[in-house]
């Protein structure tokens, strides 16, 4: 009750004022304009508003001035303080209290621009809708409601320019309208709307205590009596937010604004019923106004709004606006106080004007403001072509455009142009911007431009500014026509350096300025990047570049005094009222071919949307195996996808399912675009399930082959996909994979199995067998037919044959029965085994064949010859020393591994097999092989040499044929061996250790069988009067014959050869022995005694023989026969005998030949 008192105590009627400021500050249109308050071009600024204000409102009326920053001219722009200037011209000469502004103030570089002295409380930047980072120092200088004592005005403002830091303004002025309802509450004003506080003023009356805690005290935060007035909320909105929504929402808030003002600086909030304001029909009455009307300039407007109030209630009882052209200032008005403001604005414009050096030089640039407007607002003009050509030549865009609105220059003379003259043609320090538009893009731009002109030289309005001045193009229009009035497009083609006519569906790089890309409609939608969706169009982004500083570049670059740049007009904006007919590059939907379906959007005809591309399973091919006859599902693990990856939802539904898939089940993953939260739902494989773009549809299944018989099943899972109706005309399609079941029986291995013992058993033969033959050799290597046939070389073959037998004890191993590290040792001691085995083997026999060859070959000519051991080891170190160089570089670089391959790409079917990683092996391998084989063909040589040797030497013979056994073998069956194919386990096992046994059997048999069956001893006498190392001389002719052997002798001559020599009878061949000796003359030699493997073959003069009668001879010949056998075996003696005594028969015959 005391508060209602209160306040019709203090209730009054009252006038009050907002005027709304986007003036510049210079009152010039130009730099270097309206020098004083006389001058007739000051036609504009903030000067002339505020003379304008002066007059039309009352001196003693509460007004509140609401300027707009200067942010795009030249002056601001230039000047040294850049932004800052604003402060010095509106506080500091007008005595403003607030401003507004672009949020792109707080968001400088401060290197390029210091905030600092517009960051100040006495000057308070009122931005609403900004959500500043918490580090911002604009924090401490920003408001988000101006609250104006004088007025009683609550100012809300909303600039909207597309910036990331925006906030929503409607949510954002729902809550700063409640605040203000907080503040008019506590004033009284309005009832309680809290329970709570209500309840809490009722116990504070009972105290006598306000709500601020003290008794008696009536005053608010900010000092005002709480029961003086109420804040009256205004609102009011500029920039990019939508009108229409926003008078939909804000309006019926419960603590809805008193006025709504949508502001001259957003064209596109224009609503024409609001041009006068309108009272809503709501609970707060709100006023709206939308002060922009066609042909108005923002920045040329002086706007200010006159409301009554009663301070009983936060309302407005009658809302009137005054709007008027700047230039509209009767020269009466311009007082004292105007020429001072005047002045000293011109002084900060007189800095930048005697700053004005000169940037190039050009062709004369005509009037193009004045009378002359006319000529870039329906044609091509020179300054049109400097600043697009300067763009096109800075980014390297195929065309640049610019609008006819931002050129209000006055041109200049041919000669230099000065920076100041640049400024003057476009003011507005617009930045440049670049994107991808298609042929299409570029009709709706030029077909709006030519469409909207009026075309009249009697009349201007904002829609002629819309035309277009280009470069890197030309077109053509007809302005007689009604609607589109476009004719041509072409564009230039570097390539063929012609105009080609523009492509519907072709892209161009475009380039103009935030003018066009951002601000100015509807061309800012028409490049927006929810408009450029055809292929290959891309986003407008924005550089940091100056459209000015542009162009000052381009002519400082490009020209001279001597060379200045051409201007004059080339046909690149051509009028044809010869053509009737419009260029369309819009579709209707009568015109879509079969295939493709009609996008209202876009108004063109679009291919019908690729489902079989966007809407994937995420594999085109899946491979399964099972076991023949399971009858349990296998792989239950098993999942696909289908992804939506299309621009819209689908119906998907199964069309085909193999039968072998079993439990089938289905599942939705849903993925929330803005949370990118997953969510999944169950499904039947039945059911009809639709996607959203992003949704998968996860199949899980399991696979059964019961009933299948081994072989591959291939089937296609499909599902049917539909696009919900988004495209008529196009059919529904099918998204498929492939299916194959490979059903295969149990796993097979190849392995030896049983066979193994078979390769076991033989080496087991080859091996006793060698046992058995090398210890003959030992416990019979006294006796003289084994010296005869060098118990040393028999001992090393049966070595070698050991050892290569010991090799098909390895081969029997694979993975069945040992590890695959152990088989991968045993792939590599195979090689070793074959090749020492045979090497030793080869040597020992090589050596044998050499030395008698050697020897026989070299005694034809009965001269002593000597053939040490070391002549005949020295194949023997060769070839093994070889052979194991080899090996070990193979067994160090590139070993043999053990492996599992599959037999005709079936993973169950497989067999092992020793393998290399790389070639080094098989060269290795190779090197081996040839090495052996070569060294065997040699050993081969030298038997068949020793095949004309007479039957007492029939043990080379019997080498010759195992030799020549082996090559037949090797020859036969290694072909075989290579014919046999690797995954043919036991066959190829076989063979190999068939070979094996085959080489070492044949050796064995061979060499070893003549010695074990021939009856050694047969001739007693012979025996006791020949033992083993008995030299024999023979004496015929004038000289005699002299065969010496020493024990452990490594030739072999033979069994029984000496004795055969000595009973021979054959006198004929014996005299013609001794004629051929005495031809020859006396050769003297020597007969070496000792223990040193020789033989010799010697012919004596007679006169160095000792004489002898025969019965000393008899004598000596029975001396030796006495003599214990092992003193003739521990020194060589000699026999001699004399042509009567001595008998040679026809083997003689063959040692002459030898």
């Not at 542009?550 to 005094?561: D, F, I, R």
């Not at 043919?984 to 046994?997: P, T």
Request: net charge negative.
């Amino acid at each position: 009750y005391y508060r209602i008192l209160l306040l019709y105590k203090y209730k009054r009627e009252m006038d009050i004022f907002l005027a709304i400021s986007f003036a510049t500050l210079l009152s010039g249109n130009h730099l270097g304009q309206c020098v004083n308050g006389s001058d007739p071009s000051c036609v504009t600024g903030v000067a002339n508003f505020d003379a304008l204000r002066r007059h039309l409102i009352p001196e003693d009326a509460a007004t509140l001035v609401f300027p707009f920053l200067d942010q795009k001219s030249s002056f601001v722009a230039r000047h040294p303080l850049s932004y800052s200037v604003n402060r010095l011209v509106l506080q500091e000469i007008f005595h403003y209290e607030l401003y507004s502004g672009f949020v792109s103030l707080t968001l400088h570089d401060p290197e390029l621009f210091d905030p600092r002295p517009m960051q100040t409380k006495a000057f308070p930047f009122l931005h609403s809708d900004v959500g500043l980072p918490a580090t911002s120092l604009w924090n401490l200088y920003q408001e988000q409601i101006h609250y104006d004592a004088k007025t009683h005005i609550a100012l809300i403002s909303h600039l909207q320019s597309g910036s990331h830091l925006h906030l929503d303004p409607i949510q954002v002025t729902n809550m700063l309208l409640d605040e203000i309802a907080i503040q008019n509450v506590e004033r009284g004003c309005l009832p309680e709307q809290n329970t709570a506080e209500l309840k809490f003023d009722t116990y504070l009356d009972v105290l006598a205590v306000d709500s601020n805690g003290t008794s008696g005290n009536n005053n608010t935060a900010d000092g005002s009596s709480l029961a003086s007035f109420c804040w009256i909320p205004v609102v009011v909105v500029a920039g990019f937010v939508n009108g229409p929504e926003f008078l939909d929402q804000i309006p019926n808030h419960p603590n809805a604004p008193a006025a709504i003002i949508l502001s001259p600086n957003s064209k596109a909030l224009f609503l024409p019923q609001y041009v006068s304001p309108v009272q809503l029909d709501n609970h707060q009455k709100t006023w709206v106004c939308s002060i922009v009307s066609n042909g108005s300039n923002e920045l040329n407007r002086y706007t200010h709004f006159h409301m009554e109030i009663d301070d009983s209630a936060p309302t407005i009882r009658n809302f009137q606006v005054d709007d008027r052209s700047l230039s509209s200032l009767p020269q009466e008005w311009k007082d004292g106080l105007y020429h001072e403001q005047i002045s000293k604005i011109n002084q900060l414009q007189q800095e930048i004007i005697q700053d004005n050096p000169v940037v190039g030089y050009t062709t004369q640039v005509e009037d193009y403001f004045g009378n002359n407007r006319f000529l870039c607002l329906t044609g091509e003009c020179s300054v049109g072509n400097l600043f697009t050509d300067a763009l096109r030549w800075k980014t390297g865009a195929q065309i640049s455009i610019l609008a006819t609105l931002l050129f209000q220059g006055s041109g200049w003379p041919a000669g230099p142009v000065r920076e100041n003259e640049i400024w003057n043609a476009v003011d507005m320090p617009h930045t440049l911007c670049s994107g991808k538009v298609s042929g299409l893009t570029l009709f709706r731009l030029f077909n709006y431009s030519t469409s909207v002109n009026t075309f009249d030289e009697t009349a201007f309005s904002q829609e002629d500014g819309a035309f277009l001045q280009v470069s890197g193009m030309r077109y053509t229009y007809n302005s007689q026509l009604q609607g589109s009035r476009l004719i041509s497009m072409e564009v230039w083609d570097e390539e063929t350096q012609t105009f080609e006519p523009v492509e519907r569906l072709k892209t161009y790089t475009l380039t103009t300025t935030t003018w066009i890309c951002q601000q100015r409609q509807p061309f800012a939608s028409m490049v927006s990047a929810a408009s450029l969706t055809l292929p290959g169009e891309e986003p407008f982004r924005q550089s940091s570049m100056v459209q000015h500083s542009v162009v000052t570049e381009h002519l400082s670059a490009t020209t001279s005094p001597q060379t200045p740049l051409d201007l004059s007009l080339s046909g690149r904006i051509q009028e044809d009222i010869s053509t009737s007919i419009p260029l369309n590059f819009i579709q209707e939907p009568d015109s879509c071919e079969p295939g493709t379906t009609w996008i209202e959007l876009k108004q063109s005809c679009q291919q019908c949307p690729d489902i079989a591309s966007q809407v994937q399973w995420n594999r085109e091919i899946l491979e399964l195996e099972a076991i023949s006859g399971s009858t349990s599902g296998i792989g239950d693990n098993l999942t696909v996808s289908l992804l939506n990856g299309a621009p819209f939802s689908i119906a998907v539904s199964p069309r085909s399912i193999p039968p072998w898939l079993v439990n089938l089940t289905s599942l939705v993953e849903h993925v929330d675009l803005e949370s990118m939260e997953n969510s999944q739902t169950g499904a039947t494989s039945q059911d009809l399930v639709f996607l959203s773009t992003g949704d998968r549809l996860i199949l899980r299944f399991a696979v059964s082959a019961v009933d299948l018989e081994p072989g591959t099943a291939v089937s296609s899972l499909s599902y049917g996909v539909a696009d919900g109706g988004d495209y008529p005309g196009c059919d529904q399609s099918d998204a498929s994979f492939e299916v194959t079941l490979s059903v295969v029986p149990e796993d097979d291995l190849n392995q030896l199995g049983s066979i193994r013992y078979a390769g076991w058993v033989l080496s087991f033969l080859v091996l006793v067998s060698a046992a058995f033959c090398g210890s003959t050799v030992v416990w019979r290597r006294k006796h003289k037919l084994v010296r005869f046939m060098q118990p040393t070389f028999l001992v090393l073959i049966c070595i070698g044959v050991a050892i290569m037998a010991i090799s098909m004890v390895t081969l029997s191993f694979d993975d069945e029965i040992v590890s695959t590290d152990a088989m991968n040792g045993f792939c590599m001691t195979t090689p070793w085994l074959l090749s020492i085995g045979f090497s030793v083997t080869f040597s020992a026999l090589f050596s044998k064949l050499w030395r008698v060859n050697h020897l026989f070959n070299s005694g034809s000519s009965l001269r002593r010859t000597k053939v040490e051991a070391k002549d005949a080891a020295l194949p023997f170190a060769v070839i093994c020393f070889t052979n194991i160089i080899i090996l070990l570089l193979w067994s160090v670089i590139d070993p043999l591994q053990w492996v599992r391959k599959m037999i005709d790409d079936k993973k169950w079917n497989t067999y092992g097999t020793c393998q290399s990683d790389n070639s080094f092996g098989q060269a290795c391998a190779i090197l081996v092989i040839l090495l052996n084989f070569f060294a065997l063909l040699a050993a081969c040589h030298q038997a068949y040499k020793a095949r004309e040797l007479n039957s007492e030497f029939s043990e080379s013979k019997n080498i010759g044929i195992a030799l020549y056994s082996w090559l037949q073998l090797l020859v036969v069956s290694v072909p075989v061996l290579f014919v046999t194919t690797d995954d043919n386990v036991e066959a190829r096992y076989f063979l190999q250790v068939g070979i094996i046994f085959a080489v070492c059997m044949t050796m064995l048999t061979c060499l070893f069988a003549p010695l074990l069956t021939r009856k050694e001893g047969c001739d007693p006498q012979e025996d006791r009067r020949m033992p083993s190392g008995v030299g024999h001389r023979g004496s015929y002719g004038s000289g005699q014959v002299h065969i010496s052997m020493g024990e452990g002798s490594l030739l072999n001559m033979g069994t029984g050869s000496l004795l055969n020599l000595r009973r021979s009878q054959n006198s004929t061949e014996v005299n013609r022995l001794s004629s051929q000796l005495e031809e020859e003359g006396p050769q003297t030699g020597s007969t070496k005694q000792g223990s040193d493997p020789e033989m010799a073959i010697e012919n004596r003069p007679k006169e160095d023989q000792e004489p002898r009668s025969h019965t000393e001879r008899r004598e000596a010949t029975t001396e030796v026969e006495r003599a214990p056998p092992d003193e003739i075996d521990d020194k060589e003696e000699e026999i001699v005998f004399t042509r009567e005594e001595s008998g040679f028969d026809d083997s003689m015959d063959k040692v002459e030949e030898t």
